[in-house]
Nanobody, 124 residues
Framework: QVQLVESGGGFVQTGGSLRLTCAAS????????AGWYRQAPGKERVLVAS???????NYADSVKGRFTIFMDKAKNTVYLQMTELEPDDTGVYYC??????????????????WGQGTQVTVSS
């Protein structure tokens, strides 16, 4: 139905920047909502940025002012621009998408997809 492929992670020093990319593919679908989650070693996965279905953006307090989530709807691609990175930003980042999929008979269904994760390591 819908598959997500992430890219853009890597190693960066404190204060550096990275842009994560989440490319969605499939047939007869459109993205309804999207988000980026982070899972640090030994910690639970937490939502750091999202685009709700109704529009706009939301950010965790820890990244507000430093991260920006945005989407290119024509390319079905979601991005996370990360600036002023800190060691606490280290973790595996996962893209999450809720999409509307149409069948051959134009029946609609909502599906959820996850990216494979991309490692972000910020050194101090």
């Amino acid at each position: 139905q819908v598959q997500l492929v992430e890219s853009g992670g890597g190693f960066v020093q404190t204060g550096g920047s990275l842009r994560l990319t989440c490319a969605a593919s499939g047939r007869r679908f459109s993205i309804y909502a999207a988000g980026w989650y982070r899972q640090a070693p030994g910690k639970e996965r937490v939502l750091v940025a999202s685009i709700p279905g109704g529009g706009g953006t939301n950010y965790a307090d820890s990244v507000k002012g430093r991260f920006t989530i945005f989407m290119d709807k024509a390319k079905n691609t979601v991005y996370l621009q990360m600036t002023e990175l800190e060691p606490d930003d280290t973790g595996v980042y996962y893209c999450n998408v809720i999409a509307t999929v149409l069948s051959e008979t134009w029946e609609a269904d909502a599906v959820e997809a996850w990216g494979q994760g991309t490692q972000v390591t910020v050194s101090s």
